[in-house]
């Protein structure tokens, strides 16, 4: 049983198109996250959720959009994607805040 | 006040050497500090934590050693094999709070 899934885990789309990314966590927890990992490895917090409500926007494009339709799932829509927007997508969950995260394996997007 | 600094940015070991990797933070508020492993094509996932109140914790061939007066914190690896080859993070976090700040990564490479 995988804690944290993400799917797809491959995108490959031109720019200018919308694409979509969905997370379930199974571990109870409360809170998850979404993170951007560019291709110097760097991590990058953009969304913090809590019981489903969002608690930062690390400013973060608004073409990103969050939604969490119950706490066990966090989906990440992105709009008119840009070449930028290559990178790789994690969602992430914690029991509580600052505490250990579980880490989906990762969505690679490919901006073309 | 919310970096993480960590060094190197990359290390090559023979198998058997002892890898080190060091961080260091700036917000003496921060109560928790994990290092994350994460192999290629995968999510990070702890490896282990340690809290200001002690100087040092050994999880089997992991060790972090914690100087909480020079605001730093580093990971050894003993006896290091091929199969440890992967980037690693540290992060410094607030419990309770959604301030968790990762470093920059370090890819290790252990030579067989």
């Known amino acids: 049983d995988t804690a944290v899934s993400q799917t797809p885990k491959y995108l490959v789309t031109q720019m200018g198109n919308d694409k979509s990314i969905k997370c379930e966590q199974n571990l109870g927890h409360d809170t998850m996250y979404w993170y951007k990992q560019d291709s110097k490895k760097f991590l990058k917090i953009m969304f913090s959720?809590?019981?489903?409500?969002?608690?930062i926007n690390e400013t973060v494009p608004n073409r990103f959009s969050p939604k969490s339709p119950d706490k066990a799932h966090l989906n990440l829509h992105i709009n008119s994607l840009e070449l930028g927007d290559s990178a790789v997508y994690f969602c992430?969950?914690?029991?509580?805040?600052?505490?250990?995260?579980?880490f989906g394996e990762g969505s690679r997007l490919t901006v073309l | 006040q919310q970096q993480v600094k960590q060094s190197p940015q990359s290390l090559i070991v023979q198998k058997g050497g002892i890898p080190i990797i060091n961080c260091a933070y700036e917000?003496?508020?921060?109560?928790?500090f994990p290092w994350y492993q994460q192999f290629p094509g995968k999510g990070p996932a702890l490896l282990i934590a340690i809290r200001p109140d002690v100087s040092e914790k050994k999880e089997g061939r992991f060790t972090i050693s914690f100087n909480k007066s020079a605001k730093q914190f580093s990971l050894h690896i003993m006896d290091s094999q091929p199969g440890d080859s992967a980037t690693y993070f540290c992060?410094?976090?607030?419990?309770?709070?959604?301030?968790?700040?990762f470093g920059t990564g370090t890819r290790l490479k252990v030579l067989a």
């Open positions: 992430a969950s914690s029991l509580s805040p600052g505490r250990e995260l579980f």
């Open positions: 917000n003496t508020a921060f109560d928790y």
């Open positions: 959720y809590n019981n489903k409500e969002l608690i």
């Open positions: 992060a410094a976090s607030l419990s309770g709070t959604y301030k968790y700040i």
